[in-house]
């Protein structure tokens, strides 16, 4: 099955009184094509000019998920799919040769930063969260609320 549609991502710019966020097309909610900003606040949305700053943590957010998720299941895989080999070489075994144990290591090594690298990004957009009061007193223009810093 696969899931599509839109829907609002990238949350950054948070204030008292809401945060922006931007709506993607996307699919299995990873976000793929951006198409507005919104200011959410308790009583709905409004429009805001389009936020970059909201699309990029949108996109790092979406698609790190999918970078750690699928660099951590693909270094597993590959674990378990290596195991023997590198266990009958290690013993002094010749199932493989040294640079088939080269081409595995490196193949863990781009997996395992894949996944460290997915994860971090994942988690440092947190820091891109809250509002400074320049860009409160944006939103406050834009919107017609009166946006103040958390």
């Given amino acids: 099955m696969i899931v599509a549609g839109t829907r609002l991502a990238g949350k950054v710019d948070e204030s008292q009184v809401g945060f ?24 709905g949305a409004r429009p805001v000019p389009f936020s970059l700053k909201s699309a990029f943590v949108g996109y790092v957010r979406g ?47 781009v997996l395992g930063v ?10 440092a957009m947190r820091f891109l969260s809250k509002a400074g009061a320049a860009r409160c007193a944006e939103l406050s223009r834009t919107t017609g609320l009166n946006v103040v810093p958390l």
């Fill in 63 to 109: 698609w790190g998920v999918l970078a750690a998720l699928g660099g951590f299941g693909g270094f597993v895989y590959l674990c378990t799919e290596y195991y023997s080999r590198f266990e009958i070489y290690f013993r002094g075994g010749t199932a493989v040769g040294e640079a088939e144990v080269v081409t595995m290591v490196i193949h863990l090594a």
């Fill in 20 to 43: 922006v966020v931007t709506r993607f097309v996307h699919v299995w909610f990873v976000p793929l094509i951006p198409l507005s900003s919104w200011f959410v606040t308790a009583g």
């Fill in 114 to 123: 894949l996944a460290v690298l997915g994860a971090v990004a994942f988690i």
